[in-house]
């Protein structure tokens, strides 16, 4: 009797597609919580801090004032009218309403571009290491990753050198964020015309440009590249509130966009979620709009706590770090203890050292392999003193049974 081999009703699309690394790391911290341990988890980008009152406030108004129904596609307009109004105080950037698509997340408004930009097989260029998401969206859109190393020496920054080398007839997209998600790095406004300048001999690469921790920076001041008239038509600007305002379950993000583009992404959008919650846009009004004093004593809070990882960090042997200029992550390389054992566990590679510090002391992190270096672990710091002080010191005690 024959035997037909089973077959899924899944499609292949969704078959080869990657787990997010840092929502896999944080449902794993969750599980050991549930069984009772002391899980402390390092592995999630999310703010520690709740939302600022006066924009809570707002919501619980328009809850009041009964903004309830469907909203247009692309947002409010007064809500577009004031991120506009936000690009021009803060950057320094001209737009128009219509050039600015409001979604649930910036992580939905990276995936509208990428899905209404990329063809199958055109290229999309990324500085190593990358946001995880990135290159999952760009799979979906068949299109073909190029990584461009970069180094801990360089503070993980492509130089022109790298941008030019790596530019083909092929290539669609460049794709990048400053302050970066995972290490923190934050370029210079010379360094972001170097690349300008670059782009500027390339018409047909576009850039997407990744701002969501613009208000997160250390030393220096944000800037986007953007600014540059000579090829601002071919640059999309993507933000959010998730980190700058301690809103991430609100989900709101949105671009500001050649018009062509943003006018592909409503279409786009239009088809999966529609316009993103009433609620959450009328207080992204107020938080777009109202003081930032909030914002500024969060950034403080992790100015000190990047100082106290640090300490920790260099104080573990083999470690390697830098000083992140922005976001609340560091990215240290671990490649000291790959290939060694606690006699029980041999850490072959990044994923293997992360599996062992979540089961060996409770702490969890995400493996360097998912943002596309293997050498490193992402540490986010957005937590209390207290413990980021215990996490680390329990790191140090299973680096130190590796042998």
Not at 192 to 209: D, G, P, W
Not at 213 to 237: L, M, N, P
Not at 247 to 266: F, H, N, Q, S, V
Request: charged share 20%; hydrophobic share 40%; with cysteine.
């Amino acid at each position: 009797m024959q035997v037909l081999e089973k077959t899924t009703v899944l499609s292949n699309r969704i078959i080869n597609l990657a787990e997010s690394a840092t929502l896999k790391m944080a449902a794993l911290a969750r599980q050991l919580k549930q069984q009772g341990k002391d899980v402390i988890n390092l592995s999630i980008g999310e703010p520690d801090f709740g939302t600022p009152e006066h924009i809570k406030e707002a919501a619980i108004q328009a809850i009041k004032e009964g903004h309830s129904h469907y909203t247009p596609v692309p947002g409010y307009l007064d809500l577009r009218q004031a991120i506009v109004q936000k690009l021009k105080r803060d950057n320094n950037l001209d737009y128009t309403p219509n050039q600015i698509i409001v979604s649930t997340g910036a992580k939905q408004s990276l995936a509208n571009v990428i899905l209404s930009t990329v063809n199958p097989g055109e290229e999309v260029i990324m500085p190593i290491p990358y946001w995880v998401s990135y290159a999952a969206q760009v799979e979906l859109a068949e299109g073909v990753l190029i990584e461009v190393p970069t180094s801990l020496e360089n503070k993980f920054k492509i130089t022109p050198e790298d941008l030019e080398a790596a530019i083909t007839s092929k290539t669609k997209l460049f794709v990048f964020s400053s302050p970066c998600n995972p290490t923190g790095s934050l370029y210079t406004k010379e360094e972001l015309r170097a690349l300008a300048e670059v782009f500027a001999r390339h018409e047909q690469v576009y850039i997407i440009s990744d701002e969501i921790y613009e208000h997160i920076t250390f030393e220096g001041k944000h800037e986007s590249i953007a600014q540059f008239d000579f090829i601002k038509d071919r640059v999309v600007v993507v933000n959010g509130l998730s980190k700058g305002f301690a809103m991430t379950g609100w989900r709101l993000g949105y671009i500001a966009a050649p018009l062509e583009i943003a006018k592909a992404c409503d279409k786009m959008q239009g088809q999966f979620t529609s316009g993103t919650c009433a609620i959450t846009q009328r207080a992204a009004i107020a938080a777009l709009t109202g003081t930032l004093e909030p914002t500024y004593a969060m950034r403080e809070q992790f100015k000190q706590r990047r100082k106290l990882v640090l300490d920790l960090l260099n104080d573990i042997q083999g470690v390697q770090t830098y000083t992140p200029n922005g976001a609340f992550y560091v990215f240290p390389d671990v490649s000291y203890y790959l290939g060694k054992s606690d006699g029980n566990t041999t850490i072959k590679n990044v994923d293997d050292l992360c599996i062992y510090l979540l089961n060996d002391c409770h702490v969890s992190v995400v493996t360097g392999a998912a943002f596309g270096n293997d050498q490193c672990i992402r540490l986010s710091y957005a937590a209390s003193s207290e413990q980021l002080i215990e996490a680390l010191r329990r790191i140090k005690e299973s680096l130190a049974k590796l042998s």
